[in-house]
């Protein structure tokens, strides 16, 4: 029976444990009691084990660590009788590599979701009949019979029928795109509406799902861990102790000095500089909605050159919305128009249709009652107010009906189309009324998150399965010039690999599952965590609970901040390392003075990575500032 549940809860019970006696070892009283120091639980407890593992390293891999010289330091402590400075050590020691344990866990990949979106079955069509297969056992030039509600099961070409296909999973959009004969289909992708039989164009195991399983599956193994300050230097270190050590007894012929060396030289400050310090600056995050998955994404993060943006549900907040509307017939004014116009589509599922119906009740509640509602997938609908035929959808379906259309009506499409709108129209019995715009909406720091970004030397992209219209219209309101529009999840990933191999390191931002294969490839990904998948959040290193973009700054600040705080921290320890070994070499210090000089610099190093934890985010007001003394003087603000 295992009397702990991982080796963590084991780690935190022998440290509780150790201290307390450490504590106990104090008072004289006790010791004499038992007959029996008890400092030593402390060295068995939390001593040993970090022994053993630099040991091992040395014996099975010639490696050698900062836990070598932390065990010579216990070694010559017990040696020259310091059994207390020996325990002391050996706790002090165990919470650094706890805390760096804590801070270099691993979020899981969130493959098993993508492995559900994957279909089981399929239908497909032999002499006229439909057949219920495995979706596995599909081969290329089968014909899969797509009915409406379901999800592709393999990549294929339309070659009957059309529908209206939700590409979110893909592209990132929101807005379903209507496909017809000929149209290519992606598997994982969703049919809205309709039904129509699909030609394979590859089997199931080389569809675009399982291609991206497949990439996600590899991704962890690319992104090598950041090996520890303290493990860089460790050799050095050892080198650097065991020579003065050996070169003072050699001078002096005194082991008093020579083992004094080897106790005031361990490493208890320099091992605590950096996870003490991640610890604080993944706290201070945390209390603005940012969750931190790990110790080394702070590092990564500080370096990076470019932050690249998804744009719908970033940038934007991924919600169509109506942006404007108007009514063409004298017979009915704007509100009119758009109180029948909400009333058709209050019985459509369509996201266009929720969204104008959605826009209408904000200020109404009465809609009008709609008779004999029918959906042409791809097109529009049609139905009835009374006597009156009504017809809803886009361009397309208005010319199919040969209704009469001037040049100012097309112009106006052309006109919302460029800015990557989309415009419904509404005719009743035949003739065109009005018009509706709707677009998704730019979030309202969008422009001012960009402007900071670009104070920072950094350079924005945007990677979006948009259209170009569209990305280029959002690009060019936040201040975006490096654009990349109409992408597959594939696509945005070989974006950040090609950043990633000029040594150019970048940070990707976004929310849906067709982000998650570029969250993985790049050396930081940022997941907008209330709204996005949960895929996209579990492939990500920080999720924004907030789903506030404006919070990005003060992320790029504070994990600057806490490289700042680490290589202060390192400074100081390694300064008053190379002090106290001076000192012990010439019997200045002696092993008591010493343990207490090394942990003096301990306590130092912990406090001073607290600060970080009262770090306020302050740069809301400095993004504003910034923007507005960079349009204005092109002077950049140093926040």
């Known amino acids: 029976m295992k009397l702990f549940k991982s080796e963590i809860q084991k780690t935190v019970t022998f440290i509780i444990i150790s201290s307390i006696c450490l504590f106990m070892s104090l008072i004289q009283s006790v010791d004499e009691l038992l007959h029996f120091n008890l400092s030593w639980i402390a060295i068995i407890l939390c001593g040993l084990p970090i022994i053993k593992e630099a040991a091992t390293c040395l014996y099975e891999e010639f490696d050698i660590k900062a836990d070598v010289l932390v065990s010579l330091a216990l070694i010559a402590s017990v040696i020259i009788g310091e059994i207390f400075a020996a325990g002391e050590i050996s706790v002090i020691m165990t919470i650094g590599a706890l805390l760096e344990d804590l801070t270099v866990q691993k979020a899981q990949s969130g493959i098993e979701n993508l492995v559900k979106l994957t279909p089981k079955q399929a239908r497909i069509i032999i002499d006229n009949k439909e057949i219920m297969i495995n979706a596995d056992d599909i081969e290329i030039g089968d014909i899969v019979r797509v009915i409406a509600g379901e999800t592709i099961p393999v990549d294929g070409v339309i070659i009957k029928g059309q529908g209206s296909i939700d590409e979110s999973i893909m592209n990132g959009e929101s807005l379903p795109v209507d496909k017809y004969v000929g149209d290519d289909v992606l598997s994982g992708t969703i049919n809205q509406y309709s039904t129509f039989d699909i030609k394979a164009t590859k089997t199931s195991q080389d569809s675009s799902l399982k291609r991206m399983i497949k990439l996600v599956k590899e991704a962890d193994s690319k992104k090598a861990p950041i090996v520890s300050l303290t493990d860089r230097w460790a050799t050095w270190i050892v080198v650097i102790a065991l020579v003065s050590s050996i070169g003072t007894y050699l001078v002096t012929h005194q082991i008093l000095r020579s083992v004094t060396i080897l106790v005031v030289f361990c490493p208890c400050a320099l091992i605590l500089a950096t996870p003490t310090a991640i610890m604080a600056g993944i706290g201070n995050a945390s209390k603005y909605g940012m969750l931190i998955k790990g110790g080394d994404v702070v590092e990564r993060l500080s370096k990076i050159k470019n932050i690249a943006f998804d744009k719908t549900g970033t940038l934007t907040y991924g919600k169509l919305s109506v942006v404007e509307y108007k009514s063409f017939n004298p017979e009915y004014d704007d509100e009119t128009f758009l109180k029948i116009l909400a009333s058709v589509e209050a019985y459509s599922e369509h996201p266009l249709g929720k969204a104008i119906t959605s826009y209408y009740k904000e200020n109404n509640e009465e809609l009008l009652d709609i008779q ?33 259309l001037n040049k100012d009506i097309i112009n106006i499409s052309e006109e919302f189309t460029k800015k990557g709108c989309t415009v419904i129209y509404l005719s009743i019995d035949n003739k065109l009324i009005g ?5 998704d909406i730019l979030r309202e720091e969008a422009k001012e ?7 920072q030397k950094i350079n924005p992209v945007m990677l979006t ?31 950040i690999k090609n950043l990633e191999d000029s040594k150019s390191p970048t940070c990707m931002i976004g929310d849906g599952v067709n982000d998650a294969l570029a969250l993985k490839y790049s050396s930081v990904g940022i997941s907008m965590g209330a709204i996005g998948s949960d895929i996209a959040i579990e492939a990500s290193d920080i999720a924004l609970a907030s789903d506030d973009i404006k919070n990005i700054p003060y992320l790029l600040y504070l994990s600057k901040k806490t490289m700042k ?6 400074t100081f320890s390694l300064a008053l390392n190379f002090l106290a070994i001076i000192l012990a070499m010439t019997g200045i210090l002696n092993p008591v003075v010493g343990a207490l000089v090394h942990n003096l610099g301990s306590v130092f190093v912990i406090l001073n990575s607290a600060k970080l934890l009262k770090t306020r985010n302050n740069l809301d007001l400095h993004i504003k500032i910034e923007y507005e003394v960079t349009n204005e003087s092109k002077v950049a603000l140093i926040v």
């Open 449 to 455: 998150v960009i402007s900071y970004i670009k104070s």
């Open 565 to 570: 705080t680490i290589k202060l921290n390192v």
């Open 372 to 404: 004999n509602f029918i959906v042409n997938p791809g097109k529009g609908i049609t139905a009835n107010l009374g006597e009156k035929s009504i017809l809803v959808g886009n361009l397309k379906l208005i010319k199919d009906v040969d209704i009469n």
């Open 435 to 439: 018009y509706v715009a709707l677009s």
């Open 465 to 495: 399965g948009d259209n170009k219209n569209s990305a280029q219209n959002i690009a060019s309101i936040v201040g975006i010039d490096d654009i990349h529009p109409s992408l597959l999840p594939e696509d945005k990933m070989n974006i």
